[in-house]
C-alpha cells in the first residue's frame, strides 16, 4: 500500500539551528499537511500546502517555519532558528483532493528534540 | 474547553472484550476521522465519518451529527489493538487538512 514517508525519523540540534524535516507524499496526492505533536499533548495543525503555496496555516505556524515542495515528489519543512519548545513529533501527511471527503493519510513522523 | 473530548483517556481491557472510545465535539464539522496512533508514533487513518456508520474488520464507527458525538467500537479485542485512539473533527470552512483533535484515548488490551 502506498505510505507517506518521513525522514529523519529522529534528529538531535542545537537552539538556533536551522532544520529541515522531509516528507515524500503518496505520489498521485495533490494536498499536504504538516501536525506537530508535544510529547504528551494532543496534535495539533500546523499547514496546509495545495498548489505550490499554502493554503492554511494555524497561529503555530509563525515566520519561523516555512513549507516547499521543491521537486516533484518532497515536501519539506523548515524551522528557521529552532527554540526549546519545537521539540515534537513532526507529522506529514496528504490527501487526494481537498474536500472533506477524502482519507488523509499520515507519515510515521519526525521527532525533533532542540538542546 | 477543549472542542473535541474524548472518553476514557485510558483503557484497559481483557483479550476478546468489546470495546467503544467515545468522542464528543462542540463544533459544526464537515467530518470526523478516528485515527490510531501505535506505539511507535506513527499514526494511521481508520476511518473517515460525516453520517451513519462504517465498519472494517472488527472495527465500526459511528456517529451521531445532531447530538455532535461519535463512537468507535472495537469487537474480540485483541492485543495488537493496543494503541492511542484520537478523534479528530473537520471543522466548516478551511482547508481539509485543518483538524482539531481530540486528546487521544490508551487502550491496552490484555491476553
Known amino acids: 500500500e502506498p505510505e507517506v514517508t518521513q525522514t529523519p525519523s529522529h534528529q538531535v540540534t542545537q537552539m538556533g539551528q536551522e532544520v529541515i524535516l522531509r516528507c515524500v507524499p503518496i505520489?498521485?496526492?495533490?494536498?499536504f499537511y504538516w501536525y506537530r505533536q508535544i510529547l504528551g499533548q494532543k496534535v495539533e495543525f500546523l499547514v496546509s500546502?495545495?498548489?505550490?503555496?499554502?493554503?492554511?496555516k494555524s497561529e503555530i505556524f509563525d515566520d519561523q517555519f516555512s513549507v516547499e515542495r521543491p521537486d516533484g515528489s518532497n515536501f519539506t519543512l523548515k524551522i528557521r532558528s529552532t527554540k526549546l519548545e519545537d521539540s515534537a513529533m513532526y507529522f506529514c501527511?496528504?490527501?487526494?483532493?481537498?474536500?472533506?471527503?477524502?482519507?488523509?493519510?499520515f507519515g510515521e513522523g519526525s521527532w525533533l528534540t532542540v538542546v | 474547553k477543549n472542542e473535541v473530548e474524548q472518553s476514557p483517556q485510558n483503557l484497559t481491557a481483557q483479550e476478546g472484550e468489546f470495546i467503544t472510545i467515545n468522542c464528543s465535539y462542540s463544533?459544526?464539522?464537515?467530518?470526523l476521522h478516528w485515527l490510531q496512533q501505535h506505539p511507535g508514533g506513527g499514526i494511521v487513518s481508520l476511518f473517515m465519518l460525516s453520517s451513519g456508520k462504517k465498519k472494517h474488520g472488527r472495527l465500526i464507527a459511528t456517529i451521531n451529527i445532531q447530538e455532535k458525538h461519535s463512537s468507535l467500537h472495537i469487537t474480540a479485542s485483541h492485543p495488537r489493538d493496543s494503541a492511542v485512539y484520537i478523534c479528530?473533527?473537520?471543522?466548516?470552512?478551511?482547508?481539509?487538512?485543518?483538524?482539531?483533535f481530540g486528546k487521544g484515548t490508551k487502550l491496552s488490551v490484555k491476553p
Open positions: 479528530a473533527v473537520k471543522k466548516y470552512g478551511g482547508s481539509q487538512g485543518n483538524l482539531i
Open positions: 501527511a496528504s490527501s487526494v483532493q481537498g474536500g472533506s471527503g477524502n482519507t488523509i493519510y
Open positions: 505520489s498521485n496526492h495533490l494536498y
Open positions: 500546502f495545495y498548489n505550490n503555496e499554502i493554503s492554511e
Open positions: 463544533v459544526g464539522i464537515s467530518a
